[in-house]
């Protein structure tokens, strides 16, 4: 079975910081890896998404991420965040072919301003 | 169409009773999701139809627990016998038709409170 594991439950960042949220998942085949995020008060949105090819993707609002297939990671990065980037974050992963998502517990992420 | 809605937004019942919850995904989106998320947990899946098949269903789920779509189109999720261990906020996906994965988009969910 697959699991993923996000380390950081609470992160508290001043704007114009560096980010970097961790994500690990366990699984032995092909994975789909994801970041999706939760402003307050919205649902569940699609951040970015790595299929295969250049392991570094961007995403929308300046976000990247990084899969490192030896470390089974995707960590999720910005240069400098701002205040409305604070949200819930939630690595997921699914097998290939498989339609469901497996979720880690979630990173909740303040910006102060 | 603006997204997924479900309905209703909250429920709050009694330990023993059923509920129904109500998920309607983007128009033209065939394949449909059920998750549950408790606090401080992320998303867990559910259930998953393809237009108004049911083709996966969590091994975790409770017999207590059934889902339908019967046109393919809204999607329902009953909870017999409700426990407070029920507790949780219920969220639908859908996602369009095509190859390989696409995009889930996500509703705003129904947070059900067991007493």
């Known amino acids: 079975a697959q699991s993923v594991s996000q380390h950081n439950h609470h992160v508290i960042l001043s704007e114009a910081a560096s980010l970097e949220l961790g994500c690990n998942y366990s699984y032995g085949g092909t994975v789909n890896l994801f970041w999706y995020v939760q402003y307050p008060g919205q649902h569940l949105q699609l951040l970015l998404k790595y299929f295969s090819g250049d392991p570094l993707v961007k995403g929308i609002k300046g976000f990247e991420a990084e899969f490192i297939k030896s470390k089974f990671s995707f960590n999720l990065r910005k240069p400098s965040v701002q205040w409305s980037d604070t949200a819930e974050y939630f690595c997921a992963v699914n097998s290939f072919g498989n339609e469901k998502l497996t979720f880690g517990t979630g990173t909740r992420l303040t910006i102060i301003p | 169409d603006t997204g997924v809605s479900q309905d209703p937004r909250h429920k709050i019942t009694k330990r023993g009773q059923n509920v129904t919850f109500r998920c309607d995904p983007i128009?033209?989106?065939?394949?449909l999701y059920w998750y549950r998320q408790t606090l401080g947990q992320g998303p867990e899946f559910l259930t998953y139809?393809?237009?108004?098949?049911?083709?996966?269903k969590s091994r975790l789920l409770s017999d207590r627990f059934s889902a339908e779509r019967p046109k393919g189109s809204f999607s329902t999720l009953e909870i017999q016998r409700t426990e407070q261990g029920d507790s949780a906020m219920y969220l639908c996906?859908?996602?369009?038709?095509?190859?390989?994965?696409?995009?889930?988009?996500f509703g705003p969910g129904t947070r059900l409170t067991v007493t």
């Open positions: 128009s033209e989106h065939n394949r």
């Open positions: 139809f393809q237009n108004e098949a049911q083709l996966e």
């Open positions: 996906a859908s996602s369009p038709p095509g190859q390989g994965w696409s995009e889930q988009y």
